[in-house]
């Protein structure tokens, strides 16, 4: 049973437009990571949130956590191909032992 | 090493061999997770361990699969009696602490092929 749901799963756009990748699970957690991963290398972590509602920023990309702690979103303004990879969120539970990982958005930016 | 070293980086085997999986974290990490990735897909939990204990080995598909870890480093994931199902790209990750802020850090991999 996958906890973590992602959509779209798939996703190609060309360099300069907006997108928008959802992360949903009927589960709460305590926290939620993104990651993003290019073939043949381990997945690295892009940023975590904790509180709900939560909004983070790190340059081009918008992280925000939802308010009950059950979703998260992803926002990339103006995409590049260097954003091309396979994006995946990730939520603590356990008491922070156990990380979920999503389904997983392959994302392809064109020139 | 600096980062989380995994060995071997591709390994093909045939149906019904052994095969094992070794895993070099991070010096000083006392987390460690396996996980379980289909091409282009996410990645399956199989078990972690917090120092040489395994407090959760809910992920293990089936008796099969196994995985130990001695004097808090190195770990090994050993999967008996291969079937074709067992081809992935089997990762590990390391962690320094084992809270909700935690961050894993991931080795390249081990592709598993089983003809």
């Known amino acids: 049973t996958q906890l973590l749901k992602q959509s779209p799963q798939f996703l190609s756009i060309q360099e300069g437009e907006n997108l928008t990748v959802y992360c949903n699970s009927s589960?709460?957690?305590?926290?939620l990571q993104w990651y993003r991963q290019e073939p043949g290398e381990g997945p690295v972590l892009l940023v975590t949130?904790?509180?709900?509602?939560e909004v983070k920023k790190l340059k081009r990309l918008t992280f925000q956590f939802g308010d009950a702690r059950k979703d998260s979103s992803l926002h990339i303004t103006a995409a590049q191909p260097g954003d091309t990879g396979l994006y995946l969120c990730?939520?603590?539970?356990?008491?922070?032992?156990?990380?979920?990982f999503g389904t997983g958005t392959q994302l392809k930016v064109e020139l | 090493g600096a980062g989380v070293s995994q060995s071997p980086s591709n390994k093909v085997t045939e149906k019904g061999k052994d095969v094992e999986l070794r895993c070099d974290p991070i010096?000083?990490?006392?987390?460690l997770y396996w996980y379980r990735q289909s091409l282009g897909q996410g990645l399956e939990f199989l078990i972690y361990?917090?120092?040489?204990?395994?407090?959760?080995k809910s992920g293990l598909p089936s008796d099969r699969f196994s995985a130990e870890r001695t004097g808090g480093s190195v770990s090994t994931l050993t999967i008996q009696r291969t079937q074709q199902e067992d081809s992935a790209v089997y990762l590990c990750?390391?962690?320094?602490?084992?809270?909700?802020?935690?961050?894993?850090?991931f080795g390249e991999g081990s592709r598993l092929t089983v003809l």
């Open positions: 589960s709460v957690f305590s926290s």
């Open positions: 010096s000083g990490h006392t987390a």
């Open positions: 361990f917090q120092g040489n204990s395994a407090p959760d």
């Open positions: 990730a939520g603590f539970t356990g008491g922070g032992n156990k990380l979920t």
């Open positions: 990750a390391s962690s320094l602490v084992t809270t909700v802020t935690g961050e894993l850090f």
């Open positions: 949130v904790v509180t709900g509602g």
